[in-house]
């Protein structure tokens, strides 16, 4: 079907070449799964013959019902036969039911990289792709340099790819490899190549050095491309790719063309972008389209009270859709609206008054350089003790924490901290010590020493990450500091605390203080 887009993932093998980024056999099948799952069309899994990672990967069974794997190479080398290449037998020889080989498009780098007449280059492209199709293999050509080879020299970039077509590709891909062209040039490119190739059978391949990667997978589209090339969250060489996490929402979403992807699939995107970044170990980037866990937060008052009557005042579409949620952020903008979105989640009512009374609460702390957008626990430990929902698990009377740096045993250079802390629990006075590689750590670990016996689940309390930010820059050393606190337990719950002073230790204490009190009000909400 002409209106029919096809989705080809390189997440595997593009995005693979992303910095730091280094994929095991296992995170391959589990991503492949994933892709499999949402439906995309093609599954580039890496390269047969470049990695020991690559050749083991393709010899797994992988159970797939929606997409068809492919190999990735380049098409055989100059003065070879197709017969006596390795590269692309070895790409023959997997189970991919497709092949994908990339070839030079541009005369620029046939001449200056490849050092090959015009001649040779067309037949490495049409002889490769026809020794793929005689092993009953789907061939996909990717045109390398296409955009910027067209505009250098139309007529042999052109040839390059109407070689490929002709031989049996069932896609030929135009990459704008570089990663500089702009949409209206990639419409206006495209619209003559489909004058040449029918589109059904074109597709394109976006960089994204110019933030342009969706832009001008989407102007592909509309000139006639009916394949897109993108990896999940963009990752790639230098800029990274098309982002398929952003692509595929906008194409099902706000266009009329068709996809694999059905509808209610929408929802798993936000997982799928999450356990990517998990596996990588990489924190997600909060604000990204759709998926982000900023995507549908809005602090300013008005609009807070504008979506609570009608959400399509300010989100272009509802975030549940693609598996995300409404955030109404509270802040020193915030208004009523703001306030009782959250309490509403969290079930909390309140009269006139309190909510007046906590809007201006949260206006001060703001100005002392509290933020409560992503500390919400914070924000609810701030309004349940306002309202006297619940007790201090204990109170602190005072903590002393040292450093020392000296030589050890082994004649290294270590620096430790030794952190005391006095504590009130229930009618019992404990002092306790802990020991850390810094100060913070040193108090937390003090904390948890003299808590645990009353407080046993604060054994499976983590704390996952731990931010500071200078407020005062212009005060140095003196500067306010606010210390954001993220923290986990078992059973999979996140919540954020934030402390604020011109003590950087006595702000981390705050968060942590906060991080406890969350934990174990939790704990005893779940018991009663």
């Known amino acids: 079907m002409d209106d029919k887009v096809f989705l080809f993932d390189t997440t595997l093998r593009d995005g693979q070449q992303t910095t730091g980024v280094n994929f095991s056999v296992s995170d391959k099948m589990i991503i492949t799964q994933l892709l499999n799952d949402l439906g995309i069309d093609y599954i580039e899994g890496g390269w047969p013959g470049a990695n020991p990672t690559d050749n083991d990967f393709f010899s797994r069974d992988l159970k797939l019902n929606n997409s068809k794997l492919t190999a990735f190479g380049m098409t055989r080398k100059p003065g070879r036969s197709v017969e006596n290449d390795p590269g692309l037998n070895s790409l023959i020889n997997t189970s991919a039911s497709c092949v994908c080989i990339v070839g030079k498009s541009s005369l620029f780098h046939v001449k200056n990289a490849l050092e090959i007449s015009k001649d040779e280059n067309i037949k490495m492209i049409s002889e490769s792709i026809q020794h793929i199709k005689s092993k009953n293999k789907e061939a996909i050509f990717d045109a390398e340099h296409f955009f910027d080879g067209f505009k250098e020299d139309r007529e042999f970039s052109i040839n390059c790819i109407k070689a490929a077509y002709d031989s049996g590709a069932r896609w030929v891909v135009l990459c704008d490899t570089n990663g500089g062209t702009l949409p209206d040039e990639i419409f206006n490119i495209v619209s003559e190549v489909v004058k040449i190739i029918p589109g059904k059978n074109v597709g394109i391949h976006a960089h994204n050095d110019t933030e342009n990667a969706v832009a001008n997978a989407l102007a592909a589209i509309n000139a006639g491309a009916r394949q897109v090339q993108g990896t999940i969250n963009g990752l790639g060489e230098r800029c990274g790719n098309t982002n398929l996490i952003s692509l595929i929402p906008s194409l099902v979403l706000k266009t009329n063309f068709l996809t694999n992807i059905k509808k209610d699939n929408l929802k798993n995107l936000i997982n799928v972008s999450r356990s990517l970044n998990n596996i990588l170990n990489l924190q997600a980037i909060k604000n990204a389209p759709y998926v982000g866990e900023h995507a549908f937060s809005h602090k300013g008052g008005l609009h807070a009270s504008a979506v609570e009557k009608n959400s399509s005042t300010y989100e272009h579409i509802a975030p549940e859709i693609v598996g995300n949620s409404r955030n109404v952020v509270i802040s020193n903008q915030a208004g009523r609206s703001n306030i009782l979105n959250q309490l509403n989640k969290l079930k909390i009512e309140l009269k006139k008054d309190d909510i007046n009374n906590i809007l201006d609460i949260i206006k001060e702390k703001e100005a002392e350089g509290y933020s409560f957008d992503t500390a919400l626990a914070s924000f609810e430990l701030l309004v349940r003790r306002q309202l006297g929902h619940f007790e201090d698990f204990y109170n602190l009377e005072k903590f002393k924490v040292t450093d020392e740096r000296r030589w050890n045993a082994k004649g290294s250079l270590v620096t430790e901290a030794e952190a005391t802390v006095f504590l009130k629990v229930h009618d019992s006075n404990i ?98």
């Open 431 to 528: 002092m306790t010590v802990g020991i850390g590689n810094g100060p913070v750590n040193a108090i937390d670990s003090a904390l948890r020493k003299a808590l645990i016996d009353y407080y046993p689940t604060l054994k499976d309390l983590k704390l996952t990450d731990y931010k500071v930010m200078i407020l005062s820059s212009e005060k140095g050393t003196g500067a306010i500091t606010r210390v954001l606190i993220e923290s986990s337990d078992s059973s999979n719950t996140h919540w954020t605390t934030i402390g604020v002073s011109p003590n950087i230790i006595d702000a981390s204490y705050s968060a942590i203080f906060d991080s406890i009190t969350f934990k174990l009000f939790n704990d005893l909400k779940k018991n009663n």
